[in-house]
Each structure stands twice: as C-alpha cells, then as structure tokens.
C-alpha cells in the first residue's frame, strides 16, 4: 500500500503558475504509474495527466497540453504537475493517484485504473 500527499496548491491570477507535488510513502515507488485528476464544484473528478513507472511515458487531457508538465523522480518518492498558463476554469482540487496494476509505458486516463488517491490540494485561479 502506499499513502499519497499532495502540496503546492493556493491561490495564482490567470496566466501564472503553479507546481505541484505528491510525495509518496514506501520504497516502491517506482512500480506505480501515477496521475493528477482534479474536481471542481458541482463537477465530476476528470484526468488531468499520467505518467508511466518509469517516467517514459505520458498522457494528458486535451485541454491542459502544451500548459501542465507531469514528471516524477522516483528516488525522491515524487511526482510533479507544472502548471503554467492557468485559467480561471483550472480551479480545483487537484489529487494524486497511483495505479498499482502498471505495467511497462501504462499511463491511465480514468480515475478506475487508480488504487491509492491522496486528499487533495487546493487551486485557485482568479482572473
């Protein structure tokens, strides 16, 4: 099992940046693919991004391409979303996930292919 904690979230005007992180207990790391979703009010949890065991491989939602950067260092127990150019429509909270079924360059796109979530941080954008 692994417990997840997320950290960076706050407040940022439209078109700054933020970076978040979720640190990961244990010493297996390294086996997960993991993923950032996000909720907002009154809306249904969506994919933001994912990343596969080894960080060679990685998928994200449309809408945030070319704005938000997943990676991970596995030696440090962490996986990161930069996130650049936000929108008042990026507020959220944003969780991390692990899935513990990944395999080779697996990057899942639905919040049912994750086994451990963390409790989330909260990101504002005002414009």
């Known amino acids: 099992q692994v417990q997840l904690v997320e950290s960076g979230g706050g407040l940022v005007q439209a078109g700054g940046s933020l970076r978040l992180s979720c640190a990961a207990s244990?010493?297996?790391?390294?086996?997960?693919?993991m993923g950032w979703f996000r909720q907002a009010p009154g809306k249904e949890r969506e994919f933001v991004a994912a990343?596969?065991?080894?960080?060679?491989?990685?998928r994200y939602a449309d809408s945030m391409k070319g704005r938000f950067t997943i990676s991970r260092d596995n030696a440090k127990n962490t996986v990161y979303l930069q996130m650049n150019s936000l929108k008042p429509e990026d507020t959220a909270v944003y969780y991390c996930?692990?899935?513990?079924?990944?395999?080779?360059?697996?990057?899942?796109?639905?919040?049912?292919?994750?086994?451990?979530w963390g409790q989330g941080t909260q990101v504002t954008v005002t414009s």
């Open positions: 996930a692990a899935d513990r079924a990944s395999y080779g360059l697996r990057v899942g796109a639905t919040a049912r292919e994750y086994d451990y």
């Open positions: 244990g010493r297996t790391f390294s086996i997960y693919g």
């Open positions: 990343i596969s065991r080894n960080g060679g491989n990685t």
